[in-house]
């Protein structure tokens, strides 16, 4: 069973284990996740506390510097499998940093609206795990396809978007509030979202596959990095509709 995930490679899964390792499992994996979400709130924490204290303009610094760090780490732990024990606490601390700045701003536009986001969050990651688990959307060869050139086509938009923004060229999507944009936002939500299949098979098929412990940190890593791009989409989607 091969991987389409951008982060979850296919090349993982064909590793074998070996005798003197102690093989990957779907708890181990968990209990990893929940280890980095502790790490990324305490870094989201640290940002609130600045936030209420009016430091402002710090907050903006610790937000840069937290999607900065979470680009950097994230793309080392993907082409580096097994710095994923060390790096993935970085990574985790920079997201909390990056996303509680986010928030605290959509927050004091949108009084109530990061609440509504992680609650729509944890209701979608749950949904989909459902859904998964009852096979009533599988993680065929095709699906992975279709779901890796959608996540690699956004992944380039993105970047188009963020270069762009150094020559003060900015794309109608991400400052209209039009039905189209509306649409749009749905759309990239629901890839996102469609990810979580990707990344639950990488870890099912993992564990069967008796890969080495180490990448229960590198499948915690995906599935986290799923959930951070998750939560931004649908925050910015209430952003839209909660805009007059």
């Not at 994923?84 to 997201?95: D, G, N, R, T, V």
């Not at 795990?129 to 050139?149: C, G, H, M, N, P």
């Not at 936002?185 to 990488?202: H, S």
Request: aromatic share 14%; with cysteine; proline share 2%.
């Amino acid at each position: 069973m091969k991987s389409s995930n951008p982060i979850l490679s296919d090349k993982v899964l064909e590793n074998t284990y070996s005798l003197t390792e102690r093989p990957m499992t779907v708890s181990g994996t968990l209990n990893k996740l929940l280890l980095l979400s502790l790490v990324m709130m305490v870094g989201a924490g640290a940002v609130l506390y600045q936030f209420s204290l009016h430091h402002y303009d710090f907050v903006n610094l610790l937000t840069t510097i937290g999607i900065i760090t979470g680009i950097i780490t994230a793309l080392i732990i993907s082409f580096v499998h097994k710095t994923a024990p060390y790096l993935s606490f970085i990574y985790a601390f920079a997201e909390g940093l990056c996303l509680s700045g986010i928030s605290c701003f959509f927050e004091a536009s949108f009084p109530g609206i990061v609440i509504q986001a992680i609650s729509l969050t944890l209701l979608t990651v749950f949904v989909m795990a459902i859904l998964y688990k009852l096979r009533l959307i599988q993680a065929t060869d095709r699906f992975k396809s279709v779901i890796f050139v959608a996540t690699l086509t956004l992944g380039i938009f993105y970047l188009a978007a963020y270069i762009l923004s150094f020559f003060n060229v900015t794309i109608p999507y991400f400052v209209s509030n039009s039905n189209l944009s509306k649409g749009i936002n749905v759309l990239i939500a629901c890839i996102a979202a469609l990810n979580l299949i990707i990344d639950f098979d990488f870890i099912e098929e993992g564990s069967k596959k008796m890969l080495p412990s180490i990448y229960e940190w590198y499948g915690s890593f995906g599935l986290l990095v799923t959930i951070v791009w998750l939560y931004i989409e649908i925050l910015r989607l209430l952003s839209r509709f909660r805009d007059r």
